[in-house]
């Protein structure tokens, strides 16, 4: 260190015991709060500050009576994987800051996060660079010569947002005006301004690394005899200096106020005293767990034919209302457009089950339309998103940043229809049309049809004639460009139209200013319920009580697109031909039960194979299975007998009844209510026991595959359900016709009788799956049963089989001082670039080349694609183990289908 430089004392042991007594202060001195959607909020004398930004946070405050903070402590890593939320969602609280306080949000970051999140708001804010403006290209060819819809009516996108983006009360609207930064830097680069009370935390931070580092070179071998603590605390000042693991990072927010980063926590010293301390796991500053409730619904949606239902209806300064979000429903089937985070949740609460919703729409890339759908793609199997090309850029680059996933990868973990403006988009039996709307940022609108009936969509947007008007005179719109935004189409059946603060939104008086008869038909949204009333507009309220139904005749196939549906998001049938999809239509029997009624009973023959169109239903073992079967205690005494499970007896142990845990006969009569009956079964403990299971899942093939069909199990209707069933010589069709489908069938089966569900539910990541994403996953499960120090992966060698341990202890051989504590029940182990280098060559080697010129190109393709990733570590068995294992094939294409569990493995081998 320089000689010069400001030193701490480091001599006394007396005051590394005061500084590590700072350390472990535990009662804040300062209210601190939990936020219900996220974030840690802690005053201070410098003003509140948040650590963590998750959606719609600023709510919170707002809703507790809290100031909106003006400084904001960015997370380490700004996107949580496992919940699929954006950390770090500045914008907001940017805006609120600046338009209604007139001053800058303070964010606190190291200086390279302040390069990224600069990034994030230059897209948001800027709007996209001129070259990923897509607009001349998102006409078609053939698009009407003049209207609405031509290409002369196309918007120029750089001029509009440059419009947006004028100084407004002579304040300029940039990125450097809303959003300013304070640096975590080097603790040793600013000790002549740190608190006393700081520099003691610092002090004791220092000595413990290095007390911990002096242990582990004792630990490895080095002669370390004879020193002491206070030797050790003789090097903790030259340590400040070292730019090393032993730095400590501190941001001072103005004279008072120091934030000191102590790695899996923050320390807040506020006037010379240690007042606060927030640990910095994203998991502490995780939605409440009642945002996060995925409980079964009292009753199932039965969504209308054509109609809205609002998710919902306000905008990001409302504390009382959600951002404006709602499902579009077309023959039953439901596409999201803008979801609103934690939108599965508010779905499920709604009784909207996920295999409802087929698509997404993304209107613009502003965080209260696109923060939840990212969520939603992680948190469900692979779903559709459709937008334009230049808004599809922009989302992807955005959280291509956020998540620090490049742009290649982000574009495996879902399906996407680019629209062009104008044309016919064919959807769920009805079509969509999309159009450019006015806002800050490139944005869509649209208008759908079913059976001649009509709907549109204004999106964000400025409406006001005169105001447009005004724009083409200016120069910001060309004439066909304001003639098409006049132009909206106010005639149809049902016009869904945002209302809020000009010029970004549509002023209220515009829209009184509409004739009656379009009034009549009108609704609004972006907008608080407090000003829809005042402005005598009937708003869009949200849930699904108040939806919008636009009456059509009943389609003569809805059953049959039903099922057909049903059919495309279910892994056993998702790759039937179009016979086999007929076959299936004319051989299956629609069923409905209602709440409470039996749809099977343990110890019945069993005469039929049932799948879950909607609703939910529990699936539990009779008296005689007891908690559910043993395969793996199965397994070991057919393999020391030398023969296969014996399934007539399996079939016979299993028959039973319901055990006295169960809700009682009462309660689980055809009449009872949804409500009743749910009540009892929550009451009865019989929730946590049983299986449920909901829409696209498949029961009762246990018994046809026996050779003596007995139910196994009672199926008991939890909410009202529609299912198809087959009976045993459709089911056999079934298994004769696809090949493949028996073995796989009686795989599931079998693994369905183990405890296979307990080893799923102890996984942090498969516990979160929906029933039929954890049918998919045992469906591709197989027993096996090892002995301690069986070698399941070798160093240096290939990875072909994924793990999920049962019972007993794994542990990688190399790394068994690192880790110490092995690995139990629940551990799924798995190895993403070793199997799928080898399924890339193995792609390579299947092509048959046709030309010398195809050869060059496969030639030129074996070079690009990277050698064969093989193992760095060797998993072995420390004890007996029981355990669950999947073919690289099998779980490749599972996670091609779980884009949110694959995101969880890609940089990891374990997954607890």
Same mark, same amino acid.
């Given at each position: !260190?320089?000689?010069?430089?400001?030193?701490?004392?480091?001599?006394?042991?007396?005051?590394?015991?005061?500084?590590?007594?700072?350390?472990?202060?535990?009662?804040?001195?300062?209210?601190?709060?939990?936020? !219900?959607?996220?974030?840690?909020?802690?005053?201070?004398?410098?003003?509140?500050?948040?650590?963590?930004?998750?959606?719609?946070?600023?709510?919170?405050?707002?809703?507790?009576?809290?100031?909106?903070?003006?400084?904001?402590?960015?997370?380490?890593?700004?996107?949580?994987?496992?919940?699929?939320?954006?950390?770090?969602?500045?914008?907001?609280?940017?805006?609120?800051?600046?338009?209604?306080?007139?001053?800058?949000?303070?964010?606190?970051?190291?200086?390279?996060?302040?390069?990224?999140? #600069?990034?994030?708001?230059?897209?948001?804010?800027?709007?996209?660079?001129?070259?990923?403006?897509?607009?001349?290209?998102?006409?078609?060819?053939?698009?009407?010569?003049?209207?609405?819809?031509?290409?002369?009516?196309?918007?120029?996108?750089?001029?509009?947002?440059? &419009?947006?983006?004028?100084?407004?009360?002579?304040?300029?609207?940039?990125?450097?005006?809303?959003?300013?930064?304070?640096?975590?830097?080097?603790?040793?680069?600013?000790?002549?301004?740190?608190?006393?009370?700081?520099?003691?935390?610092?002090?004791?931070?220092?000595?413990?690394?290095?007390?911990?580092?002096?242990?582990?070179?004792?630990?490895?071998?080095?002669?370390? =005899?004879?020193?002491?603590?206070?030797?050790?605390?003789?090097?903790?000042?030259?340590?400040?200096?070292?730019?090393?693991?032993?730095?400590?990072?501190?941001?001072?927010?103005?004279?008072?106020?120091?934030?000191?980063?102590?790695?899996?926590?923050?320390?807040?010293?506020?006037?010379?005293?240690?007042?606060?301390?927030?640990?910095?796991?994203?998991?502490?500053?995780?939605?409440?767990?009642?945002?996060?409730?995925?409980?079964?619904?009292?009753?199932?949606?039965?969504?209308?034919?054509?109609?809205?239902?609002?998710?919902?209806?306000?905008?990001?300064?409302?504390?009382?209302?959600?951002?404006?979000?709602?499902?579009?429903?077309?023959?039953?089937?439901?596409?999201?457009?803008?979801?609103?985070?934690?939108?599965?949740?508010?779905?499920?609460?709604?009784?909207?089950?996920?295999?409802?919703?087929?698509?997404?729409?993304?209107?613009?890339?502003?965080?209260?339309?696109?923060?939840?759908?990212?969520?939603?793609?992680?948190?469900?199997?692979?779903?559709?998103?459709?937008?334009?090309?230049?808004?599809?850029?922009?989302?992807?680059?955005?959280?291509?940043?956020?998540?620090?996933?490049?742009?290649?990868?982000?574009?495996?973990?879902?399906?996407?229809?680019?629209?062009?403006?104008?044309?016919?988009?064919?959807?769920?039996?009805?079509?969509?049309?999309?159009?450019?709307?006015?806002?800050?940022?490139?944005?869509?609108?649209?208008?759908?049809?079913?059976?001649?009936?009509?709907?549109?969509?204004?999106?964000?947007?400025?409406?006001?004639?005169?105001?447009?008007?005004?724009?083409?005179?200016?120069?910001?719109?060309?004439?066909?460009?304001?003639?098409?935004?006049?132009?909206?189409?106010?005639?149809?059946?049902?016009?869904?139209?945002?209302?809020?603060?000009?010029?970004?939104?549509?002023?209220?008086?515009?829209?009184?200013?509409?004739?009656?008869?379009? #009034?009549?038909?009108?609704?609004?949204?972006?907008?608080?319920?407090?000003?829809?009333?005042?402005?005598?507009?009937?708003?869009?309220?949200?849930?699904?009580?108040?939806?919008?139904?636009?009456?059509?005749?009943?389609?003569?196939?809805?059953?049959?697109?039903?099922?057909?549906?049903?059919?495309?998001?279910?892994?056993?049938?998702?790759?039937?031909?179009?016979?086999?999809?007929?076959?299936?239509?004319?051989?299956?029997?629609?069923?409905?039960?209602?709440?409470?009624? &039996?749809?099977?009973?343990?110890?019945?023959?069993?005469?039929?194979?049932?799948?879950?169109?909607?609703?939910?239903?529990?699936?539990?073992?009779?008296?005689?299975?007891?908690?559910?079967?043993?395969?793996?205690?199965?397994?070991?005494?057919?393999?020391?007998?030398?023969?296969?499970?014996?399934?007539?007896?399996?079939?016979?142990?299993?028959?039973?009844?319901?055990?006295?845990?169960?809700?009682?006969?009462?309660?689980?009569?055809?009449?009872?209510?949804?409500?009743?009956?749910?009540?009892?079964?929550?009451?009865?403990?019989?929730?946590?026991?049983?299986?449920?299971?909901?829409?696209?899942?498949?029961?009762?093939?246990?018994?046809?595959?026996?050779?003596?069909?007995?139910?196994?199990?009672?199926?008991?209707?939890?909410?009202?359900?529609?299912?198809?069933?087959?009976?045993?010589?459709?089911?056999?069709?079934?298994?004769?016709?696809? !090949?493949?489908?028996?073995?796989?069938? =009686?795989?599931?089966?079998?693994?369905?009788?183990?405890?296979?569900?307990?080893?799923?539910?102890?996984?942090?990541?498969?516990?979160?799956?929906?029933?039929?994403?954890?049918?998919?996953?045992?469906?591709?499960?197989?027993?096996?049963?090892?002995?301690?120090?069986?070698?399941?992966?070798?160093?240096?060698?290939?990875?072909?089989?994924?793990?999920?341990?049962?019972?007993?202890?794994?542990?990688?051989?190399?790394?068994?001082?690192?880790?110490?504590?092995?690995?139990?029940?629940?551990?799924?182990?798995?190895?993403?670039?070793?199997?799928?280098?080898?399924?890339?060559?193995?792609?390579?080697?299947? =092509?048959?080349?046709?030309?010398?010129?195809?050869?060059? #190109?496969?030639?030129?393709?074996?070079?690009?694609?990277?050698?064969?990733?093989?193992?760095?570590?060797?998993?072995?068995?420390?004890?007996?183990?029981?355990?669950?294992?999947?073919?690289?094939?099998?779980?490749?294409?599972?996670?091609?289908?779980?884009?949110?569990?694959?995101?969880?493995?890609?940089?990891?081998?374990?997954?607890?």
């Amino acid at each position: !260190p320089d000689e010069g430089a400001p030193k701490l004392c480091t001599s006394k042991r007396l005051r590394k015991e005061h500084a590590l007594s700072a350390l472990d202060f535990t009662d804040a001195k300062v209210p601190v709060h939990q936020l !219900p959607r996220g974030g840690i909020y802690v005053q201070t004398s410098s003003g509140p500050i948040q650590f963590g930004i998750p959606p719609e946070s600023i709510k919170d405050s707002m809703k507790l009576g809290l100031e909106v903070p003006v400084h904001y402590v960015v997370p380490k890593e700004r996107f949580n994987l496992k919940l699929g939320i954006n950390m770090c969602e500045v914008e907001f609280p940017a805006y609120f800051n600046f338009f209604l306080r007139q001053c800058s949000v303070n964010l606190v970051a190291t200086p390279e996060v302040e390069t990224v999140v #600069r990034k994030v708001i230059d897209e948001t804010l800027e709007g996209p660079n001129s070259k990923f403006l897509y607009v001349d290209e998102e006409y078609p060819e053939n698009s009407e010569p003049t209207g609405r819809f031509s290409f002369a009516a196309r918007p120029d996108h750089v001029k509009e947002i440059n &419009f947006f983006k004028e100084p407004r009360d002579g304040r300029e609207i940039s990125t450097n005006s809303l959003v300013q930064f304070t640096h975590f830097l080097p603790a040793s680069s600013q000790l002549s301004h740190l608190t006393e009370a700081a520099k003691l935390v610092v002090e004791a931070l220092v000595c413990k690394r290095s007390t911990s580092a002096h242990d582990s070179d004792a630990m490895a071998g080095s002669n370390s =005899e004879g020193t002491t603590c206070c030797e050790v605390g003789d090097k903790v000042s030259s340590s400040l200096h070292d730019p090393e693991d032993l730095q400590v990072l501190v941001a001072v927010l103005g004279q008072n106020v120091e934030i000191i980063d102590c790695g899996e926590e923050y320390v807040i010293v506020d006037k010379g005293e240690v007042v606060a301390r927030v640990q910095s796991f994203l998991s502490a500053w995780a939605p409440a767990p009642q945002i996060l409730d995925n409980s079964i619904p009292k009753a199932v949606t039965d969504p209308p034919q054509f109609g809205v239902t609002v998710l919902g209806s306000s905008h990001g300064f409302d504390p009382n209302g959600s951002t404006s979000g709602f499902v579009l429903w077309m023959h039953k089937k439901g596409i999201m457009v803008d979801p609103p985070p934690n939108a599965t949740e508010i779905l499920q609460a709604s009784g909207i089950i996920p295999s409802m919703i087929t698509g997404i729409i993304l209107t613009h890339c502003h965080a209260d339309h696109d923060a939840g759908a990212f969520q939603k793609i992680l948190k469900e199997g692979r779903i559709t998103l459709i937008t334009t090309q230049t808004i599809f850029s922009s989302f992807i680059r955005k959280y291509s940043i956020i998540s620090g996933f490049a742009e290649p990868f982000l574009l495996r973990l879902f399906e996407h229809r680019i629209v062009k403006i104008g044309e016919h988009v064919h959807w769920g039996g009805g079509t969509l049309r999309f159009f450019y709307s006015l806002h800050a940022l490139p944005c869509i609108g649209f208008e759908a049809t079913v059976a001649g009936k009509t709907f549109a969509y204004s999106a964000d947007t400025f409406y006001e004639p005169e105001g447009l008007r005004r724009l083409r005179d200016s120069g910001y719109l060309s004439p066909e460009r304001c003639d098409a935004l006049i132009g909206f189409p106010w005639h149809y059946d049902v016009v869904l139209h945002e209302a809020g603060i000009p010029p970004i939104h549509t002023p209220v008086t515009a829209l009184q200013a509409l004739p009656e008869p379009v #009034r009549e038909n009108l609704y609004i949204i972006h907008i608080t319920e407090a000003k829809a009333e005042e402005s005598g507009l009937r708003l869009a309220r949200s849930g699904v009580e108040n939806t919008i139904v636009i009456n059509t005749p009943q389609h003569e196939h809805a059953t049959s697109a039903a099922i057909l549906q049903m059919l495309r998001g279910t892994d056993i049938f998702r790759h039937f031909t179009i016979s086999q999809a007929s076959d299936l239509l004319q051989l299956c029997q629609h069923c409905t039960y209602e709440p409470g009624e &039996f749809i099977c009973r343990a110890g019945e023959v069993g005469t039929h194979f049932f799948v879950i169109l909607s609703g939910f239903c529990t699936v539990r073992l009779g008296d005689a299975a007891g908690e559910g079967q043993d395969l793996h205690e199965e397994y070991r005494l057919a393999r020391a007998q030398s023969k296969l499970l014996d399934r007539e007896s399996h079939s016979a142990r299993s028959s039973g009844k319901l055990t006295p845990r169960s809700p009682s006969a009462a309660s689980l009569t055809s009449n009872a209510s949804a409500e009743t009956f749910l009540s009892a079964f929550s009451e009865s403990g019989y929730e946590n026991q049983a299986k449920v299971f909901g829409a696209g899942d498949y029961l009762g093939e246990l018994a046809l595959l026996s050779e003596k069909s007995v139910r196994s199990a009672d199926i008991v209707a939890i909410t009202k359900l529609a299912l198809i069933k087959l009976d045993q010589h459709a089911f056999r069709y079934l298994l004769d016709t696809t !090949p493949g489908l028996q073995y796989r069938m =009686e795989r599931l089966s079998q693994i369905r009788c183990s405890l296979s569900w307990k080893a799923i539910g102890a996984n942090s990541v498969f516990s979160r799956l929906r029933s039929t994403q954890r049918s998919q996953l045992q469906s591709i499960m197989q027993v096996q049963h090892v002995k301690r120090g069986t070698k399941l992966w070798r160093r240096d060698s290939p990875v072909t089989t994924a793990f999920l341990l049962a019972s007993g202890q794994l542990e990688f051989l190399e790394m068994k001082e690192e880790l110490q504590t092995p690995f139990r029940a629940g551990a799924f182990f798995c190895n993403i670039s070793s199997m799928m280098t080898q399924f890339h060559q193995q792609q390579l080697g299947l =092509e048959s080349p046709t030309s010398s010129n195809d050869a060059r #190109r496969q030639s030129r393709s074996k070079k690009r694609v990277a050698k064969i990733v093989n193992s760095r570590v060797t998993l072995v068995a420390r004890t007996d183990c029981d355990l669950y294992y999947i073919e690289a094939d099998e779980i490749l294409e599972f996670l091609d289908q779980n884009p949110g569990v694959f995101i969880q493995l890609i940089d990891s081998l374990v997954m607890e």
